[in-house]
């Protein structure tokens, strides 16, 4: 398996998609924090590939860009989380 930091940070000509296991080594938060986050509605976007469950790198960054916005305004979970 690639190093999740190199993924993190690679170039366009990288592989084009997370699994949910890569997203959270990644961006450095367990895999139960991940599903707490899904269930709250404020993951990243998911597409799914048969029964394998891929974060594009695109949604990845979308999610980095809200957390920061939301860090910004003091807001630790969504605003629709009821946390």
């Not at 990644?26 to 976007?45: R, T, V």
């Not at 597409?47 to 957390?67: C, D, F, K, T, Y």
């Amino acid at each position: 398996m690639r190093n999740a930091a190199a993924i993190a940070s690679a170039p366009a000509t990288a592989p084009c998609a997370f699994t949910i296991r890569e997203f959270c080594e990644a961006h450095k938060i367990s895999q139960a924090f991940y599903y707490i986050m899904k269930n709250e509605g404020w993951g990243p976007a998911e597409m799914h590939a048969g029964q394998r469950v891929l974060i594009s790198r695109e949604a990845a960054a979308e999610w980095r860009r809200a957390r920061e916005v939301a860090a910004a305004t003091g807001v630790r979970r969504a605003e629709n989380s009821g946390a």
